[in-house]
């Protein structure tokens, strides 16, 4: 939500911006679709896989154009295949335009500031995506697929590869609370399964996490309130989940385990340079 009340939503290929009233207008189509949507204060932006940044970027709507915000990583090589197992992504922006964006199949968190520049990356264990064994089914609708598409290809241009997408999603929902801390839901890995909220302390410098008792498996959908919490599973029949304030402050936290910051183990000092998460 924007700090007007405005709403972006993506409707079809169109962005369309609603303002507190209700009343919608459709922004200028950009070439590339938005694979995340955020407001910066009253400023429409959105996550793009960009092949002019060889990557993805975040394009930021100023009232006439769209223009490059934040580059998140690129270098001008741009392999669709591989870049496409980090499409989804959640964005929030702090009151004081600080970017938080996570990514769906890997854990991976990032900051950057309102000039662009990279602040924080968070990484558990290698940061890398993670996937599941396809099972047979799955392999034969692919080369079903992969065969109707060489049949209908006509010329090198309309040549393509199929593959099964077994990337496992981690990350579910990011939202900012009034105090400028970052909070992430997140699938456990623990044998139990279930769900973790993780937040950033930016006083001892570590990933933390504490448990969230909430029905799964199922994509969420978050967002801080004046007193907490709400959750929200894409299915509205399973209901809405709030988390307040004080139960967030009294949770029993405990860190994150194999977190680099900004490169570094977590517990090494020489992370101090990490910043604050306002």
Known sequence: MGSRGEWLVQMGKNLVLFD?????VVLPSTREPAFALAMAGEDPVILVLSSKAGGWAVLRW????????????????????????KADAFLTISSKDRLWLARRYSEEIRQFSPSGRSLLDLRVGDGQVVHGASDPSTEERVAKSAERVSRSARGPKRQGRTVAFTAKPTYHAVAVDSFHQAYFLKLSTGPEGGYVIQRWNPVDLRLEE??????????????????GLHL????????RFFVSSESLDKASWRPTQEVTVN????????AKEAPSSE
């Open 20 to 24: 507190d009233e209700g009343r919608g």
């Open 62 to 85: 100023d009232g006439d154009e769209w223009s490059d915000w934040v580059r998140v990583d690129g270098d001008g090589r741009l392999d669709v295949g591989l870049a496409m197992e």
């Open 210 to 227: 504490t448990d969230v008792d909430l029905p799964g498996p199922s994509a969420y959908t978050m967002a801080f309130g004046k007193a």
């Open 232 to 239: 929200a599973p894409f299915n509205a029949a399973g209901g």
């Open 263 to 270: 490169g570094f183990a977590e517990t090494d000092r020489t």
